[in-house]
Protein backbone atom coordinates (compact mmCIF):
# COMPACT_ATOMS: atom_id res chain seq x y z
CA UNK A 1 0.00 0.00 0.00
CA UNK A 2 1.03 3.46 -1.20
CA UNK A 3 0.57 6.54 0.08
CA UNK A 4 -2.20 7.70 -1.85
CA UNK A 5 -3.93 4.29 -1.08
CA UNK A 6 -3.75 5.56 2.86
CA UNK A 7 -5.23 8.79 2.09
CA UNK A 8 -8.00 7.54 0.61
CA UNK A 9 -8.39 5.04 3.43
CA UNK A 10 -8.13 7.82 6.22
CA UNK A 11 -10.45 10.43 4.13
CA UNK A 12 -13.12 7.87 3.81
CA UNK A 13 -13.58 6.51 6.84
CA UNK A 14 -13.51 9.93 8.36
CA UNK A 15 -16.67 10.77 6.23
CA UNK A 16 -18.26 7.34 6.85
CA UNK A 17 -17.84 8.18 10.57
CA UNK A 18 -19.01 11.27 10.15
CA UNK A 19 -22.03 10.09 8.46
CA UNK A 20 -22.88 7.46 10.95
CA UNK A 21 -22.62 9.91 13.45
CA UNK A 22 -25.04 11.92 11.73
CA UNK A 23 -27.39 9.05 11.59
CA UNK A 24 -26.85 8.52 15.33
CA UNK A 25 -27.95 12.79 16.16
CA UNK A 26 -31.30 11.81 14.46
CA UNK A 27 -32.69 9.27 16.18
CA UNK A 28 -31.51 10.81 18.73
CA UNK A 29 -33.80 13.77 18.26
CA UNK A 30 -36.42 11.53 17.13
CA UNK A 31 -36.81 9.49 20.38
CA UNK A 32 -36.03 12.98 22.12
CA UNK A 33 -38.54 15.42 20.45
CA UNK A 34 -42.33 14.62 21.38
CA UNK A 35 -44.51 15.64 18.69
CA UNK A 36 -44.11 14.61 14.91
CA UNK A 37 -43.56 18.32 13.31
CA UNK A 38 -40.81 18.82 16.07
CA UNK A 39 -39.45 14.81 15.18
CA UNK A 40 -39.83 15.55 11.37
CA UNK A 41 -36.41 18.00 11.73
CA UNK A 42 -34.38 15.70 12.79
CA UNK A 43 -35.27 12.98 10.57
CA UNK A 44 -35.11 15.41 7.76
CA UNK A 45 -31.28 15.69 8.64
CA UNK A 46 -30.70 11.88 7.95
CA UNK A 47 -32.46 11.84 4.77
CA UNK A 48 -29.85 14.77 3.16
CA UNK A 49 -26.71 15.20 5.12
CA UNK A 50 -26.40 12.11 6.93
CA UNK A 51 -26.76 9.88 3.40
CA UNK A 52 -24.66 12.19 1.64
CA UNK A 53 -21.44 11.83 3.78
CA UNK A 54 -21.27 8.41 4.02
CA UNK A 55 -21.89 7.88 0.19
CA UNK A 56 -19.04 10.63 -0.06
CA UNK A 57 -16.88 8.20 2.15
CA UNK A 58 -17.89 5.15 -0.05
CA UNK A 59 -17.11 7.35 -3.53
CA UNK A 60 -13.57 8.00 -1.87
CA UNK A 61 -13.14 4.30 -1.74
CA UNK A 62 -14.25 3.39 -5.23
CA UNK A 63 -12.44 5.58 -6.95
CA UNK A 64 -13.56 7.48 -10.24
CA UNK A 65 -16.01 4.77 -12.18
CA UNK A 66 -19.37 3.96 -12.91
CA UNK A 67 -20.36 3.33 -9.04
CA UNK A 68 -19.44 6.83 -8.29
CA UNK A 69 -21.89 7.92 -10.69
CA UNK A 70 -24.65 6.32 -9.77
CA UNK A 71 -24.09 6.85 -6.08
CA UNK A 72 -23.54 10.59 -6.75
CA UNK A 73 -27.23 10.29 -8.77
CA UNK A 74 -28.44 8.75 -5.50
CA UNK A 75 -27.43 12.24 -3.28
CA UNK A 76 -28.86 14.25 -6.10
CA UNK A 77 -32.22 12.38 -6.19
CA UNK A 78 -32.74 12.22 -2.47
CA UNK A 79 -31.48 16.15 -1.84
CA UNK A 80 -34.88 16.72 -4.13
CA UNK A 81 -37.28 13.96 -3.21
CA UNK A 82 -36.68 14.33 0.93
CA UNK A 83 -37.79 18.09 1.06
CA UNK A 84 -41.23 17.17 -0.86
CA UNK A 85 -41.45 13.55 0.95
CA UNK A 86 -41.29 16.17 4.56
CA UNK A 87 -43.76 18.75 2.74
CA UNK A 88 -46.32 16.03 2.00
CA UNK A 89 -46.25 14.60 5.71
CA UNK A 90 -46.55 17.61 7.17
CA UNK A 91 -49.68 18.21 5.07
CA UNK A 92 -51.19 14.56 6.48
CA UNK A 93 -50.24 15.77 9.95
CA UNK A 94 -51.79 19.17 9.44
CA UNK A 95 -55.26 17.34 7.31
CA UNK A 96 -55.91 15.09 10.27
CA UNK A 97 -55.11 16.30 13.52
CA UNK A 98 -57.79 17.65 15.54
CA UNK A 99 -56.11 18.87 18.17
CA UNK A 100 -53.20 20.91 16.14
CA UNK A 101 -53.76 24.35 18.42
CA UNK A 102 -52.42 22.11 21.66
CA UNK A 103 -49.13 21.71 20.02
CA UNK A 104 -48.31 25.00 18.47
CA UNK A 105 -50.07 28.25 17.40
CA UNK A 106 -52.70 28.26 13.92
CA UNK A 107 -53.32 31.13 12.05
CA UNK A 108 -56.16 31.15 9.42
CA UNK A 109 -55.02 33.72 7.56
CA UNK A 110 -51.31 35.15 6.93
CA UNK A 111 -52.52 38.71 7.49
CA UNK A 112 -52.90 38.23 11.16
CA UNK A 113 -49.31 36.43 11.75
CA UNK A 114 -48.05 39.66 9.71
CA UNK A 115 -50.07 42.08 12.15
CA UNK A 116 -48.80 40.27 14.92
CA UNK A 117 -45.38 39.98 13.85
CA UNK A 118 -44.95 43.87 13.32
CA UNK A 119 -46.77 44.55 16.43
CA UNK A 120 -44.00 42.42 18.60
CA UNK A 121 -41.18 44.46 16.47
CA UNK A 122 -42.65 47.26 17.80
CA UNK A 123 -42.75 46.50 21.02
CA UNK A 124 -39.29 45.46 21.27
CA UNK A 125 -37.99 49.01 19.49
CA UNK A 126 -40.47 50.44 22.18
CA UNK A 127 -38.54 48.58 24.83
CA UNK A 128 -35.01 49.38 23.82
CA UNK A 129 -35.62 52.82 23.20
CA UNK A 130 -37.43 53.30 26.91
CA UNK A 131 -34.05 51.62 27.96
CA UNK A 132 -31.29 54.10 29.09
CA UNK A 133 -28.33 52.65 28.05
CA UNK B 1 -4.04 -8.65 -0.26
CA UNK B 2 -3.09 -5.92 3.07
CA UNK B 3 -5.81 -3.64 1.61
CA UNK B 4 -8.76 -6.29 1.80
CA UNK B 5 -7.65 -7.03 5.63
CA UNK B 6 -8.02 -3.23 6.30
CA UNK B 7 -11.19 -2.37 4.23
CA UNK B 8 -13.32 -5.66 5.59
CA UNK B 9 -13.34 -5.24 9.22
CA UNK B 10 -14.40 -1.30 8.64
CA UNK B 11 -17.73 -2.55 6.66
CA UNK B 12 -18.63 -5.23 8.61
CA UNK B 13 -18.19 -2.90 11.75
CA UNK B 14 -20.30 0.06 10.20
CA UNK B 15 -22.95 -2.87 8.69
CA UNK B 16 -23.37 -3.91 12.70
CA UNK B 17 -23.26 -0.16 13.33
CA UNK B 18 -26.16 0.53 10.79
CA UNK B 19 -28.28 -2.69 11.77
CA UNK B 20 -28.59 -1.43 15.25
CA UNK B 21 -30.10 1.90 14.51
CA UNK B 22 -32.05 -0.36 11.82
CA UNK B 23 -33.90 -2.22 14.94
CA UNK B 24 -34.01 1.30 17.13
CA UNK B 25 -35.79 3.05 13.94
CA UNK B 26 -38.14 0.24 14.07
CA UNK B 27 -39.26 0.60 17.64
CA UNK B 28 -40.17 3.94 16.74
CA UNK B 29 -42.23 2.90 13.87
CA UNK B 30 -43.97 0.56 16.52
CA UNK B 31 -44.29 3.03 19.07
CA UNK B 32 -45.06 6.19 17.26
CA UNK B 33 -48.55 7.44 18.47
CA UNK B 34 -49.79 9.20 14.86
CA UNK B 35 -49.66 7.82 11.64
CA UNK B 36 -47.09 9.95 10.84
CA UNK B 37 -44.75 9.55 12.96
CA UNK B 38 -44.72 5.56 11.96
CA UNK B 39 -44.03 7.18 8.60
CA UNK B 40 -41.13 9.49 9.43
CA UNK B 41 -39.63 6.12 10.71
CA UNK B 42 -40.30 4.09 8.08
CA UNK B 43 -38.74 7.10 5.64
CA UNK B 44 -35.26 6.81 8.04
CA UNK B 45 -35.37 3.25 7.60
CA UNK B 46 -35.24 3.59 4.10
CA UNK B 47 -32.21 6.06 4.38
CA UNK B 48 -30.63 3.59 6.32
CA UNK B 49 -31.07 0.65 4.36
CA UNK B 50 -29.60 2.57 1.52
CA UNK B 51 -26.38 3.43 2.87
CA UNK B 52 -25.95 -0.77 3.89
CA UNK B 53 -26.92 -1.69 0.18
CA UNK B 54 -24.33 0.59 -0.68
CA UNK B 55 -22.06 -0.46 1.56
CA UNK B 56 -22.28 -3.91 0.70
CA UNK B 57 -22.24 -3.17 -3.37
CA UNK B 58 -18.13 -2.17 -2.39
CA UNK B 59 -17.99 -5.16 0.09
CA UNK B 60 -18.86 -7.90 -2.60
CA UNK B 61 -17.24 -5.88 -5.57
CA UNK B 62 -20.84 -6.23 -7.02
CA UNK B 63 -21.09 -2.82 -8.95
CA UNK B 64 -25.12 -3.58 -9.69
CA UNK B 65 -25.71 -3.30 -5.84
CA UNK B 66 -25.38 0.50 -6.72
CA UNK B 67 -28.77 0.41 -9.12
CA UNK B 68 -31.00 -1.79 -6.37
CA UNK B 69 -29.70 1.46 -4.24
CA UNK B 70 -31.46 3.88 -6.82
CA UNK B 71 -34.41 2.02 -7.51
CA UNK B 72 -34.82 1.84 -3.84
CA UNK B 73 -34.89 5.17 -2.81
CA UNK B 74 -37.16 6.07 -6.04
CA UNK B 75 -40.17 3.40 -4.65
CA UNK B 76 -39.51 4.71 -0.98
CA UNK B 77 -40.09 8.12 -2.07
CA UNK B 78 -42.89 7.12 -3.62
CA UNK B 79 -44.58 5.33 -1.11
CA UNK B 80 -44.29 7.83 1.41
CA UNK B 81 -46.31 9.77 -1.04
CA UNK B 82 -48.58 7.47 -1.67
CA UNK B 83 -49.44 6.62 1.81
CA UNK B 84 -50.17 10.13 2.87
CA UNK B 85 -52.50 11.15 -0.05
CA UNK B 86 -54.19 7.60 0.71
CA UNK B 87 -54.23 8.57 4.11
CA UNK B 88 -55.50 11.91 4.02
CA UNK B 89 -58.54 10.91 1.52
CA UNK B 90 -59.19 7.61 3.78
CA UNK B 91 -59.98 10.39 6.72
CA UNK B 92 -61.65 13.00 4.89
CA UNK B 93 -64.17 10.47 3.31
CA UNK B 94 -64.69 8.96 7.28
CA UNK B 95 -64.82 12.27 8.64
CA UNK B 96 -67.93 13.11 5.72
CA UNK B 97 -69.65 9.81 6.78
CA UNK B 98 -69.64 11.06 10.62
CA UNK B 99 -70.93 14.66 9.19
CA UNK B 100 -73.59 13.03 7.52
CA UNK B 101 -74.90 10.46 9.89
CA UNK B 102 -74.57 7.38 8.18
CA UNK B 103 -72.52 6.08 10.88
CA UNK B 104 -69.55 4.21 9.51
CA UNK B 105 -66.64 3.06 12.54
CA UNK B 106 -66.88 5.96 15.43
CA UNK B 107 -63.49 4.78 17.14
CA UNK B 108 -60.73 7.25 15.64
CA UNK B 109 -57.48 5.32 15.27
CA UNK B 110 -54.93 7.28 14.63
Known sequence: ?133 | MEKEMLYHPLFIALLILLSIMLLVCLIRAVKGPRVADRLVAVNMMGTMVMVMISILALLLKEGYLVDICLIYAMISFLAVVVISKVYIGIYEERHHNLENGEGGDTDERS
Request: with cysteine; proline share 2%.
Open chain 1, 1 to 133: MNAVEWIKLIAGSIFLIIGIVIFFTELFGVFHFKYVLNRMHAAAMGDTLGISSCLIGLMIFSGLNFTTLKMFLIVVFLWFASPVSSHVLSRLEAATNEHLSDHCEIYEDVALLEQELSARRAENTMEKEGDPS
